[in-house]
Structures are given as C-alpha cells and as structure tokens.
C-alpha cells in the first residue's frame, strides 16, 4: 500500500505543473477583413488584411526579444507542369519537364522580419516557414519526392508563380503595430484561382515556434460567370450542344451580314 501512496502525490504534481505550463502560455487571436473573396467579371484582383493579437496572462514571463510571427496562405492544390527550353540545331524546344503534383496553386508568405532572423534553419525546416522549406511534390520518374531548394526546375517554377503573383515571399509583410498586435495584407491578383484557402500562423519568440492559430477564407464566382462554370461542370454534354450552337449561329450571322451580293 506505501509504493501505491506515495506515487499518487507525484502524479498530482505533474497534473499541476502542466496545467500551470498551459495556462501561462501566449495565445494568439487572429482574424480577417474578409473571409469570402468574390470574382465577377470586372474582378482586378483584392486585399485582405490579417490582423489579430498575442495573449497572455499575468504568469507569462515577458519575452525579451519580444515576438515574430510567420504568416502563411496556402490556395486550392492543382498539378502544374514547368518546362525547360533550350536552343537545339538553332530552334528554341522543350527539352526537359517536370509535373509539380498537388502543390498551392496559391501561396503567400509572411513574416515581420527575415525568416533567418526568426529561427536558426533547423527551426525553419521543421514548421515549413519560406519557400525553400515548403513541400513542393514533383514526379521524378517513378517517384514522388521533393527535391532540394536549388534545384534548377523547382526555382523556375517558383519564379514563374512569382512572375504571376500568386507566389509571394514577404519577409517585412507583418507589422506589429504594438508588441501585441499585429497586420498583415494579403493580396490576391485577378488570376486568383477559386477555392478554399488554409491561413496558417505561427507566433515565434526567442528562436522557437510557442503557438500557432489557423483561419480560412473561400475564393468564388458570382453572376454570369459562375453560372457558366456550374453549368460546364455540372451539365457537359448539354453545355457542349449550346456551346456547338452558339458558335453555328455566330459564323451564320457574321456570314450573312459581310455576304456580298
């Protein structure tokens, strides 16, 4: 009966330092101007801001180095194809490609100062904070993996989403405006594909990840044009057979009104 008692008060104290570990732990509060992005047909593209605060409590011991904060906003995933050109015998050909399988469509990343100021590498790699530490999966050969980050084609595919905005690394994209609270903007261009997308935050202090949130937002058409995709979706053959007629009528009536008697 003694072992049995005497290992009771241990337990108990354990239950007590966790719970007191938890409770004085930073929590973050964070939220959207917006969380539905709508596309019609004049959309030129949209900004949301992120803003959100660090919580404590009166037993959170002050951070001396103060907080960062990692921002990421990852779109629908889609299969992209990147290919290589190079002059062969005079003539500019594809000579090498490499399928990105299920990776962002869109991805913003944001961060109130460079990713190496934040955390040392290690860090980095572990929570996937930049692009060189984000999971970008490719078919090679037979194998799905994801190569290093100086790897010729993952660079140029990176560069081409850049090209068209809907890759994007911020390393001065958060603000704080107080020790505690915090913006960001995020800008969507008018290629934004339509979907849900995930809002990751990671709150760091003294190089270590100490809490993250998570928020989302949904891209969506609206009018003529999202009744045209949900009709080419959900209404193939039927949208084909209008489609077919359209384009006889048209051909018809241009021929008609240029005929020449």
Do not use: C
Request: charged share 20%.
């Amino acid at each position: 009966m003694k072992p049995r008692a005497a290992t009771i008060p241990v337990f108990m104290l354990a239950a007590m330092l966790a719970s007191a570990g938890s409770a004085s732990a930073e929590r973050l509060v964070t939220s959207l101007s917006s969380h539905r992005v709508m596309i019609t047909s004049n959309f030129t593209g949209a900004e949301l801001v992120l803003f959100g605060s660090v919580e404590r409590d009166a037993a959170t011991v002050p951070r001396r180095g103060g907080y960062d904060l990692v921002a990421t906003v990852t779109g629908p995933r889609q299969t992209l194809v990147t290919r290589r050109k190079d002059r062969v015998f005079g003539i500019w050909v594809n000579v090498e490609s490499r399928a990105f399988v299920e990776v962002p469509s869109y991805l913003a990343i944001f961060s109130n100062k460079p990713f190496d100021a934040i955390a040392n590498a290690n860090t980095l790699r572990q929570n996937r904070v930049g692009f060189a530490n984000t999971m970008l999966t490719q078919q090679i050969g037979p194998d799905l993996a994801d190569t290093n980050s100086e790897d010729s084609l993952r660079m140029a595919f990176i560069r081409l989403r850049q090209a068209s905005k809907l890759y994007i690394e911020q390393p001065n994209g958060v603000t704080f405006l107080t020790p505690a609270l915090y913006r960001a903007s995020i800008l969507l261009p008018a290629e934004t594909p339509v979907g849900a997308y995930e809002v990751d935050v990671k709150l760091f202090a003294d190089g270590a990840m100490i809490a993250r949130t998570a928020s989302a937002l949904e891209v969506v058409k609206v009018g003529f044009e999202q009744f045209v995709a949900a009709s080419a979706r959900d209404y193939g053959f039927l949208y084909g057979l209008v489609t077919m007629a359209m384009a006889l009528m048209t051909g018809w009536l241009a021929s008609v009104a240029f005929r020449r008697d």
